[in-house]
């Protein structure tokens, strides 16, 4: 340990006082006895407050030893508290990136679950449309099929009924003749431009244009979809027949 400097002062203060106290006290021993013994009590009282010196400065450097290890103790737990402070500022910096990171998360998993509400939403509606679409297909298939057969059955009532035999009167019966029962079986009887021949139907299609009324009806009728168990048959297969 390094000397105290105001301690080693009054040390060496006190050593030369008592060297020369020493050395006065040979040099009157020689002239008289009392002398001696003043010289004497000088050295011993001297010598009483060097040890009195020297105890204190022990006392002192004991004291300032101990303040040395409470302040070396002190700074080791300085230190092992600045390393705890440390550690726990790491795993605070830790923690926090998690903390971002699952707030990231958490915000992409609710935009998926947005996307995802919003996909299927999408999906129910196009599922939706598709079976509305295919509803109505369905019921204008149906409608289209009925009106066919409609159709082709009023046609097959007529080919198949008894007056449209072609024959003459018979026994106070008139029977229809093959141009009126073509007329018939040609358009609805309910028209009655149909009965007239050669009244020509005014259309601005290059393919019907010049066919009379009930010629164009006859045209639209063999068009269209009717029923399969009926076979309409052209003015000439039936004049031939």
């Not at 024959?167 to 018939?184: D, M």
């Not at 009379?212 to 076979?231: A, F, I, N, W, Y």
Request: glycine share 4%; proline share 3%; charged share 35%.
């Amino acid at each position: 340990m390094k000397p105290d400097p105001i301690s080693d002062a009054l040390l060496a203060a006190a050593q030369l006082k008592v060297k020369e106290a020493v050395e006065a006290a040979r040099a009157s021993a020689t002239s008289s006895s009392s002398a001696h013994r003043v010289a004497e009590a000088r050295c011993i009282a001297l010598e009483a407050e060097l040890q009195t010196l020297k105890e204190a400065r022990d006392a002192q450097a004991v004291e300032i030893t101990k303040k040395t290890d409470r302040i070396s103790h002190l700074t080791l737990e300085m230190q092992e508290k600045d390393k705890t402070i440390t550690e726990w500022a790491e795993k605070y910096a830790k923690l926090e990136e998690e903390k971002r990171g699952l707030e990231e998360e958490a915000r992409d998993r609710a935009q998926l679950d947005q996307e995802r509400a919003a996909l299927l939403t999408d999906t129910r509606d196009s599922l939706q449309r598709i079976v509305d679409l295919q509803s109505g297909v369905n019921t204008g298939t149906a409608s289209s099929s009925r009106n066919a057969v409609s159709s082709g059955s009023r046609h097959k009532r007529i080919l198949d009924s008894d007056d449209d035999e072609p024959s003459t009167r018979i026994g106070g019966v008139t029977r229809q003749q093959p141009r009126q029962r073509k007329r018939i079986m040609d358009s609805p009887i309910d028209d009655p431009l149909d009965f007239f021949p050669g009244t020509t139907y005014n259309a601005t299609s290059s393919r019907t244009r010049g066919l009379t009324r009930h010629q164009l009806r006859r045209k639209r009728m063999l068009d269209s979809p009717g029923d399969e168990d009926v076979q309409l048959i052209s003015l000439e297969d039936y004049e031939d027949a």
